[in-house]
């Protein structure tokens, strides 16, 4: 037993030398000899084979399919800077927001490879999964772990209990050379570029083809950190991963505000194509942790970081035609088709034009010869007309006056670039990608109804709108080509399934515009209805904070502040807002300050002022709901075609959809009554509790608390389950309340204030 743990530890140690620091200390022929005893030994006493042995690497039992995945921690993606002055838009909303005049960047190469994410139990690697779409992805537990660059066990100690690293798993440039040479000898149709060939290669479901290609991987961020600390910044992290074994870009820096990103931008950029790898930009991270949590993030991309891409590569082509296509929403947009042209390793023959505006706005004709590129190295789009080469007789591109597909108006909203066609769910191509939403795995989750099926209900005129899913029958199902009278029943039963839903997973359904599954669950949670949500109005959404537009708290403050210690300062014959405007008060614009003055009329008056009325902002009720969302949800509901759809899907002769109301006199009821007893109060969530965390959560924000990842002397509550560990403790050394469920019930319900420890 002791000679297989020391050659697993000897072992893990040649692996760390030679695929992460790229200096091996023995011979190829030597890691052989060791490999070999070690499996020799594991094969005459299986009892000394552990997960996370070397010889584990390779001959893991084949899958027939990868499973989900649901990442603790969302996998968001970067919001994107084109030039150097989106970048100085980035840094100034940074250091406005941080309330502070330079900010340091963690800047490292942004591959183009593929996201995973690596969950390490007790330093033992447990889980691989991709990003997915960022809530879930599959499972590639078994195909990661044949990665050399991947360590199965970390090295040194003082790791957290549960900690997961994301990073980006690749094909150095060389290696995929070979690979195309060895795939075309074979016969084989080659991968059109290194990151095609990394997708393929980790999403094999034999690992042992997968250890076959020479992946690896570069760590450059964390998600879910438990009973642990990666240190007080990106690079304090990112060395921590250094020092257990994980391999981090050589490349990573540390730069301060704009001018530094922008330096690292352009270094990098002239030594693009000597790296090993593809790159399409760089990523600049704020590299204070506290900071990161302060800013936050969107919907889709955290606010503290961007990704600066470069220029993609470009070719010309010849425009055939200008057609419009029509999306799931009704958008109308314009696509040119073109002569197909290998563009980044892809064979091109397609082209977004986005919208009218942009079409007049390049003058794209059908005969042109155009620059194309791949946006983001992703999408292609047009980007210039070559002019002297245009034919004679072209004519300009004009917005349809029809649908092309139903033949329905096509509208502009006035202040919108995007034209819709106005048939709604009675135009065939909206209603098959109405109903292939309506019935995914996170929507209603009818097994069965897939896209073929769902284009001959629609071509058939079956189906006008999802409603019409369940007036079917067995019969009606079976009649269709290949569908078979089992495949008919099977569909009837997962559509009675689908009956008994949850509102958040209806609401999502419906497919209103920008509302994802995130948005879908706090609009249950908040409104617990569905006729409080369809009543609904922008200012049940959206409210306007009295105070001073673009005055914040700290602003407000140190204007205060600075009056108060000058009691005599006061501005003379010069105007009152201008006097203001000079005062040097960070944050304090000349338009905020003609506002104070005209609310105040002079420094006596404006120093009995208080924060709060100065302090002015739009705040939003709902988490992911802004006023761009709100307007979107209720313009869906007011649409009477809209509401057709949803009597007929909630009517018990028809749809028949149901889900569970909270219970009278329930938190969740109280949190759909509008009434927030927790506002104000900053609440921390630690142990084995009743229900889901993120339901919890849901219901807490609704009753107005705010609910934070860690303990501080700023919590006011822990709301504490089975097996609450060093955040219990912590909390009772800080004397902060620790609650259970039952207290916190009491307590949300009106009770009056609980003891130190209800829990």
């Given at each position: 037993m002791r000679r297989a743990e020391a050659l697993r530890t000897e072992l893990h140690h040649h692996n760390y030398c030679y695929y992460v620091l790229d200096n091996p200390e023995i011979s190829d022929a030597e890691y052989d000899r060791l490999f070999r005893e070690l499996v020799a030994l594991e094969t005459s006493y299986p009892a000394l084979r552990t997960p996370d042995s070397p010889s584990q690497r390779v001959g893991a039992p084949l899958g027939e399919r990868f499973a989900e995945v649901r990442h603790r921690v969302p996998m968001l993606s970067l919001g994107n800077a084109r030039t150097d002055a989106d970048v100085q838009d980035f840094d100034r909303r940074i250091r406005k927001d941080l309330d502070t005049d330079a900010v340091d960047y963690v800047a490292e190469p942004?591959?183009?490879?593929?996201?995973?994410?690596?969950?390490?139990?007790?330093?033992?690697?447990?889980?691989?999964?991709?990003?997915?779409?960022g809530v879930a992805g599959e499972d590639v537990t078994a195909q990661v772990r044949?990665?050399?660059?991947?360590?199965?066990?970390?090295?040194?100690?003082?790791?957290?209990?549960?900690?997961?690293?994301?990073?980006?798993?690749?094909?150095?440039?060389?290696?995929?050379?070979?690979?195309?040479?060895?795939?075309?000898?074979?016969?084989?149709?080659?991968?059109?570029?290194p990151r095609n060939a990394a997708?393929?290669?980790?999403?094999?479901?034999?690992?042992?083809?997968?250890?076959?290609?020479?992946?690896?991987?570069f760590c450059y961020g964390f998600g879910a950190l438990e009973d642990g600390d990666l240190g007080a910044t990106q690079q304090d992290a990112l060395a921590a991963f250094r020092g257990w074994g994980l391999r981090v870009s050589p490349e990573s820096r540390v730069v301060t505000g704009a001018p530094g990103c922008i330096a690292y931008h352009r270094a990098i950029g002239e030594r693009r194509d000597r790296l090993d790898y593809e790159i399409d930009g760089v990523v600049f991270k704020v590299s204070d942790i506290a900071a990161q949590r302060r800013l936050g993030h969107r919907a889709r991309d955290p606010i503290w970081a961007i990704a600066y891409k470069y220029p993609p590569r470009e070719e010309q082509t010849v425009v055939r035609a200008v057609e419009f296509q029509v999306g799931r929403t009704?958008?109308?947009?314009?696509?040119a088709r073109l002569e197909p042209v290998d563009l980044a390793g892809v064979r091109v023959s397609n082209a977004t034009l986005h919208n009218i505006d942009e079409v007049h706005r390049k003058d794209v004709r059908a005969g042109d010869t155009v620059i194309v590129r791949r946006a983001g190295d992703v999408i292609p789009e047009v980007v210039t007309v070559v002019e002297q080469l245009r034919p004679r007789g072209t004519r300009p591109v004009e917005l349809p006056k029809h649908c092309p597909v139903c033949g329905a108006d096509?509208?502009?909203?006035?202040?919108?670039?995007?034209?819709?066609?106005?048939?709604?769910?009675?135009?065939?191509?909206?209603?098959?990608?109405?109903?292939?939403?309506?019935?995914?795995?996170?929507?209603?989750?009818?097994?069965?109804?897939?896209?073929?099926?769902?284009?001959?209900?629609?071509?058939?005129?079956?189906?006008?709108?999802?409603?019409?899913?369940?007036?079917?029958?067995v019969d009606d199902y079976a009649d269709l080509p290949r569908m078979g009278r089992r495949s008919a029943q099977n569909l009837v039963e997962a559509l009675d399934r689908s009956r008994r839903s949850t509102l958040a997973r209806f609401i999502y359904a419906l497919g209103i515009r920008e509302v994802g599954e995130a948005t879908a669950a706090a609009l249950a949670a908040h409104f617990q209805g569905l006729a409080p949500l369809l009543a609904a109005g922008i200012d049940s959404f959206i409210v306007d904070e009295p105070g001073i537009a673009g005055v914040g708290e700290k602003t407000a403050a140190a204007l205060l502040e600075w009056l108060d210690a000058h009691p005599d300062a006061a501005p003379g014959d010069e105007p009152f807002a201008d006097w203001l405007a000079e005062l040097g008060v960070r944050g304090l614009r000349p338009a905020a300050a003609a506002q104070i003055a005209e609310r105040w009329p002079d420094a006596t008056a404006l120093r009995g002022a208080a924060v709060a009325e100065l302090r002015g902002a739009k705040h939003s009720l709902i988490d992911g709901v802004g006023p761009i969302v709100a307007a979107h949800i209720t313009s869906f509901f007011a649409q009477s075609?809209?509401?057709?759809?949803?009597?007929?899907?909630?009517?018990?002769?028809?749809?028949?959809?149901?889900?569970?109301?909270?219970?009278?006199?329930?938190?969740?009821?109280?949190?759909?009554?509008?009434?927030?007893?927790?506002?104000?109060?900053?609440?921390?969530?630690?142990?084995?509790?009743?229900?889901?965390?993120?339901?919890?959560?849901?219901?807490?924000?609704?009753?107005g608390a705010k609910v934070t990842g860690s303990v501080s002397s700023?919590?006011?509550?822990?709301?504490?389950?089975?097996?609450?560990?060093?955040?219990?403790?912590?909390a009772e050394a800080l004397g902060i309340r620790v609650?259970?469920?039952?207290?916190?019930?009491?307590?949300?319900?009106?009770?009056?204030?609980?003891?130190?420890?209800?829990?």
């Open positions: 942004k591959l183009d490879g593929l996201a995973i994410s690596l969950v390490y139990e007790d330093g033992v690697l447990a889980r691989a999964a991709t990003r997915g779409d044949t990665i050399g660059a991947v360590p199965l066990r970390l090295q040194g100690g003082g790791w957290p209990r549960l900690l997961e690293v994301r990073g980006e798993v690749y094909l150095p440039i060389a290696a995929f050379e070979r690979l195309r040479e060895q795939m075309l000898e074979a016969g084989q149709t080659p991968f059109k570029n997708a393929g290669s980790l999403r094999q479901l034999d690992p042992a083809v997968t250890a076959s290609r020479p992946l690896t991987m009704g958008a109308v947009t314009p696509v096509v509208v502009r909203a006035e202040g919108e670039a995007v034209a819709r066609c106005s048939g709604g769910l009675s135009c065939a191509a909206q209603r098959k990608e109405a109903l292939r939403h309506f019935a995914s795995r996170r929507a209603m989750d009818i097994d069965g109804l897939g896209d073929k099926l769902i284009e001959q209900l629609v071509e058939r005129d079956l189906v006008q709108d999802p409603a019409d899913l369940y007036r079917l029958g075609h809209n509401r057709e759809v949803i009597d007929k899907l909630l009517d018990p002769d028809i749809g028949a959809i149901t889900w569970q109301a909270p219970a009278a006199g329930s938190v969740a009821a109280k949190a759909g009554s509008g009434r927030q007893p927790l506002a104000g109060k900053t609440v921390v969530i630690t142990g084995t509790l009743s229900r889901p965390r993120e339901a919890i959560k849901a219901r807490l924000e609704a009753l700023k919590t006011d509550y822990l709301l504490a389950g089975a097996d609450a560990g060093s955040k219990r403790a912590k609650l259970d469920e039952a207290a916190l019930m009491a307590l949300t319900a009106g009770g009056s204030e609980p003891a130190a420890d209800a829990g």
